[in-house]
């Protein structure tokens, strides 16, 4: 008897599978387009000054490992509600946000929807089309039913509000509703204040539950502004909804795995509540989270000086990327192609490009530049060296 001869072999993650072939091919001027990773003017994944000032400090100061608790360290926790929600936010003055330190935004993603399976087990959850491709899966595994809404509009290059609106009003009370905070991955298309205020009205009216991802705070426009989102759900006066985010790009930690979950509740003793609840969730899953990532989180932002550091860090990738897009419409008209000025209006490393599938193989095989095959590009993964290639052969395919 052998238990795993016939087992089906699934394929493989496609980004993950375009840096193999990425990695594999010898031409020189190759160009990753297809991660989700910011890199420095070098080409490299940054060590943030402040998250290398707090390593060493940690390191001086050694602590044995004991386990942390199963949501995670307090201080880590403290620090992330007051980032993600605002420090003044009555929302936290009223004890009602519960915070779990999660392995990632992709924990604090799997972990909500599990909370939300067990206590909504009828409802379904509308994500975006598109979205980032992992969203369907997880919420897929947790045991829900999948349905998207209209978010993307090809002509424009921005966000079909309309569609959206309509949309989303259609969906059954109770239904889950994923909305990207900012930098929406894949597009590159946000929503303004003003389109913030009227879904979160509809959301209200309709009954829907908002589960807002926040994988890249900081990344458009600031801290504050890039949580616009958070403040305005909270201000509608939606009582119960839940927020993952991920300090991966905003601390430059993806290989830490840190992230949390915030489910926020009507008030302080529901919050503790469904705290019981995320804790028995993580418990079962692997029991408690690890300890570096969220040490060195807490220990900047809870840091009056380090924070300072980190917060012109992230000014920096966030105004690099900013110039970056310039910089590509830029080249691009210089190359004949002046039709990618929308280029300039997306937010956060990426940018759905309206690069055909025909167009990304072209640009794979004649110029050794990788994207995926939605015409997502990354446009984090430009520089001063790259940018006026990758210019020159997006205008030769496009023409
Ligand atoms: N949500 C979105 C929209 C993302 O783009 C990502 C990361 N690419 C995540 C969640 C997951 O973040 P993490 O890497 O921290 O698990």
Request: glycine fraction near 8%.
């Amino acid at each position: 008897m052998s238990f795993f001869a016939n087992v089906e072999l699934v394929p493989g993650d496609p980004i993950l599978g375009l840096t193999e072939a990425y990695n594999a091919d010898s031409r020189p001027t190759k160009v990753n387009l297809g991660v989700g990773i910011y890199y420095d003017e070098s080409g490299r994944i940054p060590l943030l000054r402040a998250v290398n000032r707090i390593e060493q400090q940690l390191a001086n100061d050694a602590k044995p490992r004991g386990y942390l608790p199963i949501d995670g360290l307090p201080a880590y926790n403290q620090a992330t509600r007051e980032l993600v929600f605002g420090k003044d936010s009555p929302l936290l003055a009223a004890g009602r946000v519960a915070t779990s330190q999660t392995i990632g935004g992709s924990g604090a993603l799997r972990v909500g929807a599990d909370l939300l399976h067990k206590l909504l087990p009828h409802a379904t959850i509308a994500i975006s089309n598109p979205s980032w491709e992992n969203h369907r899966a997880v919420f897929g595994a947790a045991g829900f039913d999948v349905v998207d809404y209209t978010y993307f509009d090809a002509a424009t290059h921005g966000v079909d509000f309309d569609g959206m609106l309509a949309d989303l009003g259609k969906l059954q009370p109770g239904t889950v509703v994923l909305l990207h905070a900012c930098c929406h991955n894949p597009t590159g298309a946000d929503l303004t204040v003003a389109q913030w205020k009227q879904v979160a009205e509809l959301l209200k009216d309709r009954q829907l539950f908002p589960f807002i991802d926040m994988a890249y705070q900081g990344f458009d426009k600031g801290i504050s502004e890039d949580g616009a989102a958070v403040r305005i759900i909270a201000e509608a006066g939606i009582d119960s909804f839940v927020v993952a985010n991920s300090y991966s790009k905003s601390f430059s930690l993806y290989g830490e795995r840190i992230g949390a979950l915030s489910v926020v509740a009507p008030d302080a003793n529901a919050a503790k509540a469904v705290q019981s609840q995320v804790k028995r969730i993580i418990r079962t899953i692997y029991s408690s989270p690890s300890n570096h990532g969220a040490a060195l989180v807490a220990g900047v932002l809870n840091s009056a000086e380090l924070r300072q550091v980190w917060e012109a860090e992230l000014t920096e990738m966030r105004e690099r990327i900013h110039a970056l897009r310039h910089g590509l419409v830029e080249n691009l008209v210089a190359a004949g192609a002046p039709e990618y000025a929308f280029i300039n209006d997306q937010a956060g490393m990426f940018s759905y490009s309206g690069l055909s599938r025909a167009q990304v193989d072209r640009l794979r095989d004649e110029f050794a530049i990788y994207a995926v095959g939605t015409g997502r590009i990354c446009v984090a993964a430009l520089n001063q060296g790259n940018l006026a290639y990758v210019a020159k052969a997006v205008a030769t395919v496009s023409k």
